[in-house]
């Protein structure tokens, strides 16, 4: 899988202008429509078996795992082959979370998936099955999204990577599906980058249970104050920095800024992409990012 770093949101910032008042209409009627069509199509599961999380350190959620689903809003994350013929497909879908399907037959050059199973295409799927792999059984291309190019599609394979190593299967987040639909609509109409992954990496965390409130001191409760510098613990939040702290310093300031979702200023997009960085290493358990190592090698040629 072909994915992207956290460093090309600098590069691509500057080359990034903020778009036209229309252009932020198009985006945000554009997402609206997938989503409006996502929860339309939403279909309740045949039958619901709470199963455990593997390691995680968000709390357990329960799982819902259908033997039957028709019409699924859905995005594919990854595949690879699986035998001859066919593929296995990482899918996130709106209802049922990250799922992974058996699409047989894909391979054939005649077969009507072939052309339908790509990345960042909204699709509407339905499948069958009880066990953690199951076995597609339609997909079709639902439309209304522009395609991502260039710096934009590697980010979106960024983005892809994160669910990948940070959504659990069969964990369902609506809300996060719709972020996800929102910023590649964002991406497609060349939003910057830096701003449009710091809001959804924050949104993958809050969804799964491991974000902490930025404007609240864990030492004392009290609220974060804009002057002082403060280093995140990953597991309790924001406190003060001491001079033996190697965590990333980060002003009260970026905290602020991040929790209301306003990346205006310079010293918060740095800072808040450091702080992100670090974040996402502790939750990710040492995990490397493979489109991190691709974007730098792009940036040395």
Known sequence: MSN????????????????????????AESAAAYAAHAAAAAVPAAAAVPAARKPARAPARERTVGTKVAGQPAFVLHSYPYKETS?????????????????????????????????????????????????????????????????ALLCGFYLNELLVKLLARDDAHPALFDHYVATLNQLAHNEPPTIVLRKFERALLKETGVAADL??????RSTV???????????????????????????GKTLLDMEREDYQDGATQSQSKQLMRFLLAHHLGGAPLNTRQILIDLLQL
Do not use: N
């Open 225 to 251: 104050q804009a002057e002082v510098v403060y280093v995140v613990d990953p597991e309790r939040g924001p406190r003060p920095q001491r001079a033996a702290d190697i965590w990333p310093g980060v002003a």
């Open 87 to 151: 593929l296995i497909i990482d899918l996130f879908t709106r209802d049922y979370g990250r799922v992974a399907l058996i699409a047989k037959g894909a391979k054939r050059p005649h077969s009507q998936l072939r052309g339908v199973l790509q990345t960042f295409q909204p699709l509407s799927s339905s499948w069958v099955g009880k066990s953690e792999l199951r076995t597609l059984t339609d997909a079709e291309w639902v439309g209304g999204m522009l395609p991502l190019e260039k710096t």
């Open 215 to 220: 404007t609240r001191c864990t030492d004392t």
């Open 4 to 27: 992207i770093t956290l460093e090309a949101d600098d590069t691509a910032a500057g080359a990034s202008a903020a778009p036209a008042v229309a252009q932020r209409e198009q985006v």
